[in-house]
């Protein structure tokens, strides 16, 4: 059974810091890219950050460049987001993804968590 459950989730005033945390089980992790996405109220969902199965290449959006690192452990099947420098427009709920193009395309989601950035 496949499983992404996201965490770190919180109440985070502007300024300051979430790490987030993605475990996967189910599926052979180190094959998959991962990436992360957000969608706040009223808003479709984006993509934040993205890392290759290696982790050797990251990209993210424009949006979040300089202040959020994406990392990956394949020894513990699991994908972070360091958010740091945290404004309110990042409040959101942030959603991993697992995706796989080979011959085929296949992806996979997490459940969400939240993300709130206020004073």
């Known amino acids: 059974q496949v499983q992404l459950v996201e965490s770190g989730g919180g109440l985070v005033q502007p300024g300051g810091s979430l790490r987030l945390s993605c475990a996967a089980s189910?599926?052979?992790?180190?094959?998959?890219?991962m990436n992360w996405y957000r969608q706040a109220p009223g808003k479709e969902r984006e993509l934040v950050a993205a890392?290759?199965?290696?982790?050797?290449?990251?990209n993210y959006a424009d949006s979040v460049k300089g202040r959020f690192t994406i990392s990956r452990d394949n020894a513990k099947n699991t994908v972070y987001l360091q958010m740091n420098s945290l404004k309110p427009e990042d409040t959101a709920v942030y959603y991993c993804?697992?995706?796989?193009?080979?011959?085929?395309?296949?992806?996979?989601w997490g459940q969400g968590t939240q993300v709130t950035v206020s004073s």
């Open positions: 993804k697992a995706e796989i193009r080979k011959s085929y395309y296949r992806d996979y």
């Open positions: 189910g599926f052979t992790f180190s094959t998959y890219a």
């Open positions: 890392i290759t199965s290696t982790g050797r290449s990251t």
